[in-house]
């Protein structure tokens, strides 16, 4: 499978940092320059260094979206894996065709 095909690849065991109630969304930064990231959320780029980035995308701007909160009980908004996909691709029996426009997530 080629490494643009793959919504997500379990990679390694991760450890997310303590919970300090961040709601970011797609904030821009660089992943080469750790000081593109303001230092309140220096917290994530183990996590971010974990991602499988080809090496030119590392020096590309990236965005990133943290969204931390309690949950009282009951499933989250969206359960499971959640990955963000602006309406461009869509899986379809296996594979990645293109998605109507209007569609998110």
């Known amino acids: 499978v080629h490494k643009r095909q793959r919504s997500f690849l379990k990679m390694d065991e991760v450890e ?7 709601n970011i969304n797609m904030m821009p930064f660089v ?12 917290g994530y ?3 971010v260094t974990e991602c499988d980035l080809e090496h030119d995308e590392e020096s590309r ?8 909160s309690v949950l009282d009980t009951g499933p989250q908004r969206r359960p499971g894996l959640h990955v963000e996909a602006p309406g ?3 899986a379809d029996s296996g594979r990645w065709v293109a998605a109507s426009r209007g569609r998110w997530g």
């Open 88 to 90: 461009v691709l869509v």
């Open 61 to 68: 701007v990236c965005y990133l979206t943290i969204h931390e």
């Open 16 to 22: 997310f940092p303590p919970p300090k109630d961040i």
């Open 31 to 42: 992943p080469s320059k750790p000081e593109s990231l303001p230092e309140e959320y220096h």
């Open 45 to 47: 780029l183990p996590l």
